[in-house]
């Protein structure tokens, strides 16, 4: 309540992220979020960010000032999957993970055709051509650390260890390269849900400025990248 009115007051606009893709919306689970949405709605909370397209039609219905953001997570693509989704009407925007920066015809298409507008992750330091990408955010997202899920982390950077390791090729945009995608994309997105505040905090200058810092690291979040990426630019 005070992060939405303070992000009021210098009008900012505050989302609440609802996009555990494993949360199963039993009738508890979603009278606990609506609890949660009229207090929030009373203290000018701008909308919500959710990775099931369904829940969208309910937030719609019971909150129609709310703008409705389709996450990564939803892992929606495809320029026919997406042109359907607009036809519904409900979602705002659609953010499109980083692989988008390697296909700016088709995102050209989808923003000729659709009103939603389209972002992307523009700082992802993941591999090229992860298989994991987009798992990773899942499991990130969805965890409460124990000893089963700590068993499951050290696994899972085992796993990413043994792929290819080309994070300098990786679809990403950097600081200085904003401008050559104005006309693309509506939203940059900035990855680093698991970055200290200092650090978030020097990515968001870099794009903000639209300076490259001196290394990598300093802009990209490591993903599913186990050491920084200590590569100068």
Not at 48 to 76: A, C, M, Q, R, T
Not at 155 to 183: A, G, V
Not at 227 to 232: E, N, Q, S, T, Y
Request: aromatic share 8%.
């Amino acid at each position: 309540i005070k992060v939405c009115d303070f992000l009021y007051n210098i009008h900012i606009e505050s989302y609440v992220l609802l996009n555990g893709s494993t949360v199963l919306l039993t009738d508890e689970v979603i009278n606990n979020i609506k609890k949660m949405l009229d207090r929030l709605n009373d203290h000018h909370l701008t909308g919500v960010i959710i990775s099931n397209p369904i829940f969208g039609d309910w937030i719609k219905n019971n909150y129609s000032n709310f703008k409705i953001k389709l996450s990564v997570l939803s892992n929606i693509n495809r320029l026919e999957s997406i042109k359907q989704l607009d036809t519904l009407d409900i979602f705002d925007e659609i953010c499109l993970s980083n692989s988008a920066i390697n296909k700016i015809e088709e995102v050209k298409e989808i923003k000729k055709e659709c009103k939603m507008k389209i972002g992307v992750i523009v700082n992802s330091g993941c591999r090229q051509d992860c298989p994991l990408y987009g798992w990773h955010h899942q499991f990130f997202s969805n965890r409460n650390m124990g000893h089963q899920t700590e068993q499951l982390e050290k696994s899972f950077w085992n796993m990413t260890l043994k792929l290819r390791q080309d994070c300098e090729n990786s679809p990403h945009i950097l600081p200085e390269d904003l401008y050559k995608y104005d006309d693309i994309f509506d939203i940059f997105k900035l990855e680093g849900r698991d970055l200290s505040t200092p650090i978030l905090m020097s990515h968001i200058a870099s794009y903000v400025n639209r300076i490259n810092p001196k290394k990598l690291w300093l802009c990209n979040a490591g993903s599913c990248q186990k050491d920084r990426l200590d590569i100068k630019i």
